[in-house]
């Protein structure tokens, strides 16, 4: 049995796994749970972060307005399924993650500069008042996300570099830092291998800590004649050198399947950035943009997850 290390969430959003049904991961009946009526001249939201909070959880949203200006707001939730979003916007940029550590609350995210896509971080303690930080590096790069503790006394970040457009940049790396201001000791994680995620990868929510090893939900991109699928993959990276992978699974555990997946502004989209794990249960929540234009909830267990990526391991070959 695996086991979550961390806190207790006896609120977490649930449903119970479908009978007979085969998958590790099964969605929430009624996605998607935030759409674009979420939130007055938004044009989709979709990408999200979410953390338990108070009563209830907090949550930081990529809002594409009618402007399409991209925007991320905040929003608050008691259950994890019913939203209120708020109007005012944070941050512009997109792909939001959330983690708490020690009393703050962080937040990455593609922040946007003139001269390309960087990793912005910011922290608050209310979700009110934001202090943004310096850039986790220089352009052109997306997918910052960091672990939710440090590792050896340093905060670590995974990022995929790429350049301005979608291209053949795909490979997750790592980098270390004292201070969240200056980052080194760069590490390479992982590429591409099977084809569900030939064109690249990047990472997915905040890593979860297990006893298996820092559990990483990530998305890998197919390239086919009808342009990208986005789905979602899973490997376990080492507990003190997390650039090492020592399981992962050679084949997605959720791709786009349903209407509200494989229809909307962009097709064919799995995008996971935020997961909700309670420790006490062993229950995992994930919340994942849909076709660019909603979010949608999807549920598992850390063995339902464990048992996949051990049975169809790309690294010991089963
Ligand atoms: C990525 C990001 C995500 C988006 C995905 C699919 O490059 O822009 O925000 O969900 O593409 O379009």
Redesign the pocket.
């Known amino acids: 049995m695996a086991e979550i290390i961390g806190d207790n969430i006896p609120n977490i959003p649930w449903r119970d796994k479908p009978e007979g049904y085969m998958y590790p991961v099964w969605r929430y009946s009624e996605n998607p749970v935030i759409t674009r009526d979420n939130l007055f001249m938004a044009n989709s939201i ?2 999200c972060a979410v953390v338990p909070f108070g009563e209830g959880f907090k949550g930081v949203f ?1 809002a594409d307005m009618r402007s399409r200006d991209q925007t991320l707001v905040t929003g608050s939730s008691l259950d994890g399924i019913h939203w209120t979003l708020d109007k005012k916007v944070i941050f512009r940029g ?2 939001p993650r959330l983690c708490k550590i020690d009393e703050k609350y962080y937040l990455s995210w ?1 922040n946007l500069t003139p001269h390309g896509t960087t990793i912005g971080i910011a922290y608050t303690e209310d979700f009110a008042d934001w202090t943004q930080l310096e850039d986790a590096c220089y352009p052109v790069a ?1 997918n910052g996300v960091l672990f939710p503790r440090k590792i050896n006394g340093e905060y670590v970040l995974l990022i995929r570099p790429c350049d301005r457009g ?1 291209t053949p940049y795909g490979d997750i790396f790592l980098s270390h830092s004292k201070d969240l201001t200056y980052w080194g000791k760069h590490r390479f994680v992982m590429s591409p291998v099977k084809n569900w995620e030939m064109t690249k990868v990047g990472a997915g929510p905040t890593p979860i800590e297990t006893s298996e090893g820092w559990l990483l939900f990530y998305h890998g991109v197919l390239t086919s004649c009808n342009g ?1 699928t ?1 789905s979602m993959g899973a490997a376990l990276l080492d507990i003190n050198e997390p650039w090492k992978v020592i399981h992962r699974a050679d084949s997605y555990l959720l791709a786009p399947h349903e209407t509200y997946e494989l229809v909307g502004d ?1 097709p064919n ?1 799995v ?1 996971p950035c935020a997961a909700l794990a309670d420790a006490g249960t062993g229950r995992i929540s994930v919340y994942y ?1 849909a076709a ?1 234009t909603s979010v949608g909830l999807a549920f598992t267990t850390i063995d339902d997850v464990v048992d996949y990526i051990k049975e169809h391991d790309l690294i010991t070959g089963k």
Do not use: T
Request: proline share 0%; hydrophobic share 40%.
């Open positions: 979709f990408n990529r997109y792909d593609v997306r979608h990208f986005y962009v989209v995008f943009g660019d």
